[in-house]
Structures are given as structure tokens and as C-alpha cells.
Nanobody, 118 residues
Framework: QVQLVESGGGFVQPGGSLRLSCAAS????????MSWYRQTPGKERELVAS???????NYANSIKGRFTVSRDNAKNTVYLQMNSLKPEDTAVYYC????????????WGQGTQVTVSS
């Protein structure tokens, strides 16, 4: 049974930090690229950051220099360290797994709310 479970979201003031975690199970984690997306009600999900099995990363321009994505294959977990948070970072953050080798296969988590406000 495939599962992606996000945690670590919450309420934070502008300039603050949060670390999101995504615990994966039910598939071979090391064969998947992992990504973080975010979505505000009424808008499409946007890619925030991604990391390949080998550790190559990619970031959206809007968060570049503030967020860091990492993974621990031994723990089947991907992280998103968010620093210098801004109100416009407020969104539901979703974990995504996409098969890196062979045929494409994707899985999604349920999301975790991040609210940045004074």
C-alpha cells in the first residue's frame, strides 16, 4: 500500500522557519525522484523543489535561496527546510514521488498546511 505522509506544517510569522517531512512507504523510495508542490485554493499546484535519487536538486525561482530539499533514503523520507518565510508562501504543501527509472509512475500525499502571517 503506497503512502506519502506529510508533516511539519503550521503557523509561523514572516521571517520564520519550518521543516516539512514526507514519509514514504509501499514502493522503492530510492528509485523515485521526490518533489514538493504547493497550492492555494483556486490555483494550480506549483512545483517548489525536487530531488533525484542521486541528490540533484531543482527549485522554483520564487523560493530559490530560502528553501532546501533533501532526502534520506535509509529512512524513506524527503524534507523541505523553509527559511525566511513570506506570507506568499502560505499554501498547502504536497509531497510527490515520480519514478526515476523505467516507466513513469506518480504518487501524491494528502498535504500539510503552511500559514505565514503576523
Amino acid at each position: 500500500q503506497v503512502q506519502l505522509v506529510e508533516s511539519g506544517g503550521g503557523f509561523v510569522q514572516p521571517g520564520g522557519s519550518l521543516r516539512l517531512s514526507c514519509a514514504a512507504s509501499g514502493f522503492t523510495f530510492s528509485n523515485y525522484a521526490m518533489s514538493w508542490y504547493r497550492q492555494t485554493p483556486g490555483k494550480e499546484r506549483e512545483l517548489v523543489a525536487s530531488i533525484t535519487p542521486g541528490g540533484s536538486t531543482n527549485y522554483a525561482n520564487s523560493i530559490k535561496g530560502r528553501f532546501t530539499v533533501s532526502r534520506d533514503n535509509a529512512k524513506n523520507t524527503v524534507y523541505l527546510q523553509m527559511n525566511s518565510l513570506k506570507p506568499e508562501d502560505t499554501a498547502v504543501y504536497y509531497c510527490n514521488a515520480k519514478r526515476f527509472f523505467g516507466s513513469t509512475q506518480e504518487y501524491w500525499g494528502q498535504g500539510t498546511q503552511v500559514t505565514v502571517s503576523s
